[in-house]
């Protein structure tokens, strides 16, 4: 199957600061990523979705100015958090969507999630 | 009410057992369906999909209800390796994933 890679795998900041975390679609073209979050014993979250190219398309409630996503190239969508406060840390994960075909993926629609990032905020 | 619910758990099960999930979904229109797992502080791996005739893969079974507009998923003769947070994941209209909150399973010797 298709590997995604996020990085950095776990970062703790002081408040104030900016992160970013970047990920990447080691052996697929990807033309959509995804970001989530995810709290302590809660479901992902869909932060924003990330079109190559073009802005990303922001969830309700999550701040665009806060939460920067760049998708450059079809393989690389970052996502910066600005000015970082402890409310921030959590887990964000990455993903991206393959096709059968392209690279055994299971099922249409199949999303690859990078490993995750652990922020933890000071 | 949440687009994708899930009874959160825990299942505590021992080796051997069989053990179902179930999960309801909200939005009547969604498409696809599937179930990923997820470990302690990992990403989620897709499991299955689940298809409208319902579907076997080994030990796992799916099936869907769109008229219920719920899902389950069936784990037959329980491993220890079967125990994590199992997630059920719906297909929004606008073809973003909605996750439910899992459930947690954990398979006892």
């Known amino acids: 199957g298709a590997v995604v890679s996020q990085h950095p795998s776990w970062v703790i900041c002081k408040s104030g600061t900016s992160v970013k975390i970047e990920c990447r679609s080691l052996?697929?073209?990807?033309?959509?990523m995804f970001w989530y979050r995810q709290f302590p014993k809660q479901s992902l979250m869909l932060m924003a979705t990330?079109?190559?190219?073009?802005?990303?398309?922001?969830e309700q409630g999550v701040e665009k100015d806060k939460f920067l996503i760049n998708h450059a190239s079809l393989t690389l969508s970052t996502l910066t958090v600005t000015s970082a406060h402890p409310e921030d840390s959590s887990f964000y994960i990455c993903?991206?969507?393959?096709?059968?075909?392209?690279?055994?993926?299971?099922?249409?629609?199949?999303?690859?999630f990078g490993p995750g990032t652990r922020l933890t905020v000071l | 009410r949440k687009e994708v619910e899930q009874d959160p758990g825990p299942f505590n099960v021992p080796e051997g057992a069989t053990v179902a999930f179930n999960c309801t979904y909200s939005?009547?229109?969604?498409?696809?369906f599937f179930w990923y797992r997820q470990d302690c502080r990992k990403e989620p791996k897709l499991l299955m999909s689940?298809?409208?005739s319902g579907n076997e893969d080994g030990r796992f079974t799916a099936q869907l209800n769109r008229a219920s507009q719920y899902i389950s998923l069936l784990i037959r003769d329980s491993k220890l390796s079967d125990s994590a947070t199992y997630l059920c994941?719906?297909?929004?209209?606008?073809?973003?994933?909605?996750f439910g909150a899992g459930t947690r399973l954990t398979v006892k010797p």
């Open positions: 052996d697929f073209q990807a033309t959509t």
């Open positions: 990330s079109n190559e190219g073009s802005k990303a398309t922001y």
């Open positions: 689940v298809y409208s």
């Open positions: 939005n009547s229109a969604s498409q696809s």
């Open positions: 993903s991206a969507r393959d096709h059968p075909g392209v690279s055994g993926g299971k099922s249409y629609n199949e999303q690859f």
């Open positions: 994941v719906v297909n929004s209209w606008n073809n973003d994933m909605r």
